[in-house]
């Protein structure tokens, strides 16, 4: 896997994760619409921990600096 995701883009990822997780923790979000969001949050942080997003493939995006 090449590394396709810059650090701005990974610390919006985890921002974004946090959030979510804190606001489904809280009470705040719930029901079937939390768990999706938790889940999307779960995804959001691993692929930021990798620094690879899947869905930047096909689409030949990638947010790294060039060299």
């Given amino acids: ?3 396709n995701m810059g650090s701005t883009d ?5 921002v974004i994760a946090i959030v ?6 809280t009470g705040t979000i719930s029901g079937t619409l939390g768990l999706i969001l938790l889940i999307f949050g779960g ?3 691993a692929t ?3 620094s ?3 869905l ?5 995006i990638s947010t790294c600096k060039s060299k």
Avoid: E, T
């Fill in 43 to 45: 995804i959001f942080l």
């Fill in 1 to 3: 896997m090449k590394k």
């Fill in 56 to 60: 930047y493939v096909p689409f030949g």
């Fill in 10 to 14: 990974k610390i919006i990822r985890s």
């Fill in 48 to 50: 930021s921990f990798i």
């Fill in 20 to 25: 979510i997780a804190v606001l489904y923790f």
């Fill in 52 to 54: 690879f997003c899947p």
